[in-house]
């Protein structure tokens, strides 16, 4: 004996709670909802609950917190690491590696049919086989403004002098498109 997905549904929506109403076209869209609980300072109120209703809620477009696509490091050697699992990341992109050590960045630099080909931009010695990577989906930026005159910084805008921390004012893509032609001062000397 089989049930039909209906049934189904039916049997597992009753089993929390959830009472079908029947619907004279046969749209499996409409249920009543018996809460057990009181709510509302402590009134006990049946409402009338659309399906579609309880799926927005259950599934909310608008997650708090966001939801971060999560790979897998599967080689690393001389500075290369090779990921898995980032089906939506992009050349230029930054990911981060989560090793025994911390987090370091690495920058997308090709996208394979199997596998996406990165360049850690720190200390890639302590990156593993096997260990996290989380998609950032942003750019690689540097801290910009007035307030870094003066100071040593790596590469990556990484404070070396020993001065405490930076204050920029804001952050910039490294990698943007030059001013149009239009924009840029004239040249009246070769």
Not at 8 to 28: A, H, Y
Request: charged fraction near 25%.
């Amino acid at each position: 004996m089989s049930i039909s997905d209906d049934k189904l549904l039916e049997q597992s929506l009753k089993s929390i709670g959830i009472k079908t109403n029947p619907d004279p076209f046969g749209l499996p869209d409409q249920f009543i909802y018996d809460p057990i609980k009181p709510i509302e300072g402590g009134k006990n109120k049946n409402s009338k609950v659309r399906f579609s209703q309880i799926l927005d809620f259950s599934f909310p477009e608008d997650i708090e917190g966001g939801i971060a696509e999560v790979g897998e490091v599967i080689y690393i050697g001389d500075g290369v690491c090779r990921v898995i699992g980032l089906s939506k990341a992009e050349i230029e992109d930054i990911i981060n590696v989560k090793t025994s050590k911390g987090w370091e960045k690495a920058l997308i630099l090709g996208i394979e049919d199997t596998h996406i080909e990165s360049v850690v931009l720190g200390d890639y010695s302590n990156i593993k086989q096997g260990d996290q990577v989380i998609a950032t989906n942003s750019r690689l930026k540097v801290p910009v403004g007035k307030s870094l005159f003066g100071r040593v910084m790596s590469p990556l805008g990484v404070p070396i002098d020993g001065l405490g921390k930076l204050n920029p004012e804001s952050y910039r893509d490294v990698e943007f498109p030059a001013p149009s032609v239009m924009e840029r001062e004239p040249i009246f000397e070769p």
